[in-house]
Structures are given as structure tokens and as C-alpha cells.
Antibody, heavy 122, light 111 residues
Framework: QVYMVESGGGVVQPGRSLRLSCAVSGLVYGLHWVRQAPGKGLEWIAHISYDGSRKYYADSVQGRFTISRDNSKNTLDLQMNSLRAEDTAVYYC??????????????????WGQGTPVTVSS | IVLTQPPLASPVTLGQRASISCRSS???????????LSWVQQRPGQPPRLLIYHISERLSGVPDRFSGSGAGTDFTLEISSVEAEDAGVYYCMQATQFPITFGQGTRLDIK
């Protein structure tokens, strides 16, 4: 069983920065951030591979957000710069198990955190 | 890749079967050979929770009333006998290529 706990959310003015963290217990491989705007659906925004060598971003956050991880501390971070009103959402961290023993990619999020809310408003 | 779901499932009563569809704009076969179509449940006020992965594999601990099927670009989540706790929004998701995408979500109401 893996437990994931996000922190760092809050209210921030447009144009400012915020850093989210996710504490992870247990062995995980791929890590992701997914957000959900109020009353809306789920939006994947960033992925980082186990060793941190590969990172992918949604177009909506590319160039403004940076994902990172520290496996020695079992933490995942999301540095959010130049925040906009449309970044207002609950932010979830999630894990994927990577590739199985047969070489098949998992492509699913087996564990999720409880989420941390971010409000961008003046 | 765009995943299309109906916004609302047909209302069901307790014990009835529910079915939710998901259509993909292209094949979801990953270069490794797996099909990365999964189903995620979100109950009101709760975080998302994985139910089904690789089209039809049920995550450990998920009740066997949940099943997934499909191939190509058309997929279905079925709940054989709906219970009150199944009310919520269901999302299909693909991770075959980046950006990872979710369907818009289908809300299941229980009469």
C-alpha cells in the first residue's frame, strides 16, 4: 500500500508563485500531478520518471510549472510560477507502477493523494 | 488523444446494471503492447480512485460488480448491480502517449 499526502496549497495572487509537495510512503515509479478545477473534470498536468530524467507537461502549464522529485526523501514537488486564475484547482499527486516484468507499460494511476487546493485570486 | 464520454449515465435504481461508454480518437495500444485504458471513480468530495486498468483488469480490492470491456477505440465500464456507494463521476483515462488525457467524466445518479 502506498500513501500520498499533498501539502502547500493556499491562496495566491495572480503572477505569484507557489510550491506544492507530495509525501510518498512506499515504492513508486512514475509520479504525476493531476488537477481539478471547481466543478470540472480531471486534468493531467505533469509527469516525472523514477530517476527524474524524463519530464512531461501539459501545454497549459509548460514553461510555468516544474515537476521534481527526491527519492531519498520520498517527496514529489511542483513549482508553480506565473500563476493565473485558471490554475485554481485541487491538485492531486498520483503514482504509476511503470513497466511490469513482461515489459508492458502500466499506464494507470494506482495511488492518489487526497489533494491540496490552490486558489489564484487578487 | 481525445476521450469522449457522455456527461450523464442513464439513471439506475439499486441493483440494476449501469453502463458507461468511452470512445477514443485513436488507438490506445502503447508501444510496449499494453492498452492503457483505465477507469477512475470519483465519489462526491473524494479523491479519484482507480477501478479498472488495461481495459478489463480490476485493481485488487475493487468489487467484482465492476467490469471493463472493449477494444480498438470503444470501451465500456459496467456495474452489474449498482449499490448506493457507486454514485459519483467515472472517468476513462489513457496514458498511451503524452499528454495523458481523461474523458470529460460521466455522472452516475442512483434513483
Amino acid at each position: 500500500q502506498v500513501y500520498m499526502v499533498e501539502s502547500g496549497g493556499g491562496v495566491v495572487q495572480p503572477g505569484r508563485s507557489l510550491r506544492l509537495s507530495c509525501a510518498v510512503s512506499g515504492l513508486v515509479y512514475g509520479l504525476h500531478w493531476v488537477r481539478q478545477a471547481p466543478g470540472k473534470g480531471l486534468e493531467w498536468i505533469a509527469h516525472i520518471s523514477y530517476d527524474g530524467s524524463r519530464k512531461y507537461y501539459a501545454d497549459s502549464v509548460q514553461g510555468r510549472f516544474t515537476i521534481s522529485r527526491d527519492n531519498s526523501k520520498n517527496t514529489l514537488d511542483l513549482q508553480m510560477n506565473s500563476l493565473r486564475a485558471e490554475d485554481t484547482a485541487v491538485y492531486y499527486c498520483a503514482s504509476d507502477p511503470g513497466f511490469d516484468n513482461n515489459g508492458f507499460y502500466s499506464g494507470y494511476f494506482d495511488f492518489w493523494g487526497q489533494g491540496t487546493p490552490v486558489t489564484v485570486s487578487s | 488523444i481525445v476521450l469522449t464520454q457522455p456527461p450523464l449515465a442513464s439513471p439506475v435504481t439499486l441493483g440494476q446494471r449501469a453502463s458507461i461508454s468511452c470512445r477514443s480518437s485513436q488507438s490506445l495500444v502503447h508501444s510496449s503492447g499494453s492498452t492503457t485504458l483505465s477507469w477512475v471513480q470519483q465519489r462526491p468530495g473524494q479523491p479519484p480512485r482507480l477501478l479498472i486498468y488495461h481495459i478489463s483488469e480490476r485493481l485488487s480490492g475493487v468489487p467484482d460488480r465492476f467490469s471493463g470491456s472493449g477494444a480498438g477505440t470503444d470501451f465500456t465500464l459496467e456495474i452489474s448491480s449498482v449499490e448506493a456507494e457507486d454514485a459519483g463521476v467515472y472517468y476513462c483515462m489513457q496514458a498511451t502517449q503524452f499528454p495523458i488525457t481523461f474523458g470529460q467524466g460521466t455522472r452516475l445518479d442512483i434513483k
